[in-house]
């Protein structure tokens, strides 16, 4: 796996993320990893930007290397993360395309739409995301032009 071992992922969802979170910190469980829930902890309504927040600025800032955010499309999250200059959160809906937001992007925010994967969806998708590296060579460069527009 590319996670070191006991890594700790930083985790949030709102709402209608809530159930598809739970599954999720089940698999990183799996996978000897930790995870700290930044919320929601219910099903009440909330707003997706305030748990998206938590996640994104705790990787922002180097806390942690890697983050999951789930809501409903997964897009809110998306959305909200990459507003912070050294996240590349990625929206995810199937095992391939987590590999390559990895080995492509360097993606460090996983964000899933919570509502449209069932658990054995999950859990290819976060242990493809674990398990794959950044190939760096002509991704790289992308990156750093993705750098030079903060």
């Known amino acids: ?7 700790i992922i930083p985790i949030a ?13 089940k698999i990183l469980k799996e996978h000897d990893i930790t995870t700290i829930d930044y919320g929601t902890k219910s099903d009440e309504s909330v707003d997706y930007p305030d748990f998206a927040a938590l996640v994104a600025q705790a990787v922002n800032n ?3 290397d890697m983050g999951i955010l789930i809501c409903g499309s997964g897009q ?10 050294k996240v ?3 929206l995810v809906w ?3 395309v987590a590999k390559l ?7 460090n925010i996983l964000c899933l739409p919570g509502r449209m994967l069932n658990e054995d969806e999950l859990r290819a998708i976060v242990t493809s ?9 002509r991704h790289q460069r992308r990156i750093d032009k993705i750098k030079a527009r903060e």
């Open 13 to 25: 969802s709102d709402h209608a993320g809530l159930e598809a979170k739970e599954l999720v910190k």
């Open 62 to 64: 180097g806390d942690h």
């Open 88 to 90: 590349r959160a990625a």
């Open 76 to 85: 809110g999250m998306c959305m909200t993360a990459n507003k912070y200059p």
């Open 129 to 137: 995301w674990l398990e794959s590296t950044f190939e760096g060579g």
């Open 101 to 107: 937001s990895r080995q492509h992007n360097k993606a």
């Open 94 to 96: 199937n095992e391939e």
């Open 1 to 7: 796996m590319n996670a070191p071992v006991n890594t």
